[in-house]
């Protein structure tokens, strides 16, 4: 099982970016799924996660400007941002947790993808 993220770039602010993350390999189930970010120097913090049921949970910054959705079906979670800011300069992480089964037996994971950066200039 292997998570590729996508959509990162260098915009202005005020723009908008879509970045997206797709699971692939033998999963059985996907159940949390979200975007992380770092900037340089700083630690890494959870911008947004939605469940398997598509509850949602956001950075209080990034909030009314980023909207993360899922497609079960494609395996694929999405970060559609708006109104982009240069504090949001970050390299973007995707990570989804679930289950696959080998042989019949159950194993349960939890992966992060490759990063994409994201700059946004003022």
């Known amino acids: 099982v292997q998570l590729q993220a996508s959509g990162g770039g260098s915009v202005q602010a005020g723009g908008s970016l879509r970045l997206s993350c797709v699971v692939s390999?033998?999963?059985?189930?996907?159940?949390?799924m979200g975007w992380h970010r770092q900037a340089p120097g700083k630690e890494r913090e959870l911008v947004a996660d939605?469940?398997?049921?598509?509850?949602?949970n956001y950075l209080d910054s990034v909030k009314g400007r980023f909207t993360i959705s899922r497609d079960n079906a494609k395996f694929t979670v999405y970060l559609q941002m708006n109104s982009l800011k240069p504090e949001d300069t970050a390299v973007y992480y995707c990570?989804?947790?679930?289950?696959?089964?080998?042989?019949?037996?159950?194993?349960?994971?939890?992966?992060w993808g490759q990063g994409t950066e994201v700059t946004v200039s003022s």
């Open positions: 939605i469940s398997s049921s598509g509850i949602t």
């Open positions: 390999g033998s999963v059985s189930r996907i159940d949390g």
């Open positions: 990570n989804a947790d679930g289950i696959s089964y080998r042989d019949g037996v159950p194993s349960a994971w939890r992966l």
